[in-house]
T-cell receptor, first 111, second 111 residues
Framework: KQEVTQIPAALSVPEGENLVLNCSFT??????LQWFRQDPGKGLTSLLL?????REQTSGRLNASLDKSSGRSTLYIAASQPGDSATYLC??????????FGKGTSLLVTP | NAGVTQTPKFQVLKTGQSMTLQCAQD?????MYWYRQDPGMGLRLIYY???????DKGEVPNGYNVSRLNKREFSLRLESAAPSQTSVYFC??????????FGPGTRLTVL
């Protein structure tokens, strides 16, 4: 069974810092990996999708990388803002249609 | 576009009662999913429908049934609710194995 782990579980940084969130998975035979954002009491918003053949994807201040062979992905957030405060979830599609989710990293960006 | 909509937003049931959670999407997606999210457990797939007319079990299907009514709608039914089914339920849709788009969630409490 695919296991997805996210480290750290929680992170607090001052505004303006660059930061990295980590995601690791146990089975490298994946189709794609997706990063989501979840605000308290809300649904999930897709941030970036990386196909298994890709190494990275970028959207604005966000950059996600994928190293399939080592079973790792990172989400890099540049110049963090208080509005970035949320829980960030990593999800791996190993086979078929199901996504396997990590438990998330709770990010707090302080002014 | 409304995206993925879910009703109701909140529900309280007594043990043994039944109810149906409704989900609809207006993005013409083939695939639809039901997840539950519990503290410390992350999101887990209950059931999914790869296309209209098909449904398959996910990681935690026991105690639930689903119906893919048409391409737009995918409902989740609890026949006899149990306290262990207290959770936040999310519906999602996607174009086959690409990005999944999530609804706002239903917060269910079973007393």
């Amino acid at each position: 069974k695919q296991e997805v782990t996210q480290i750290p579980a929680a992170l607090s940084v001052p505004e303006g810092e660059n930061l990295v969130l980590n995601c690791s998975f146990t089975d490298s035979a994946i189709y794609n990996l997706q990063w989501f954002r979840q605000d308290p009491g809300k649904g999930l918003t897709s941030l970036l999708l990386i196909q298994s053949s890709q190494r990275e994807q970028t959207s604005g201040r966000l950059n996600a990388s994928l190293d399939k062979s080592s079973g790792r992905s990172t989400l890099y957030i540049a110049a963090s803002q208080p509005g970035d405060s949320a829980t960030y979830l990593c999800a791996v599609r190993a086979s078929g249609y199901a996504l396997n989710f990590g438990k998330g990293t709770s990010l707090l960006v302080t002014p | 576009n409304a995206g993925v909509t879910q009703t109701p937003k909140f529900q309280v049931l007594k043990t043994g009662q039944s109810m149906t959670l409704q989900c609809a999407q207006d993005m013409n997606h083939n695939s639809m999913y039901w997840y539950r999210q519990d503290p410390g457990m992350g999101l887990r797939l209950i059931y999914y429908s790869a296309s209209e007319g098909t449904t398959d079990k996910g990681e935690v299907p026991n105690g639930y049934n689903v119906s893919r009514l048409n391409k737009r709608e995918f409902s989740l039914r609890l026949e006899s609710a149990a306290p262990s089914q207290t959770s936040v339920y999310f519906c999602a849709s996607g174009r086959n194995t690409d990005t999944q788009y999530f609804g706002p969630g239903t917060r269910l409490t079973v007393l």
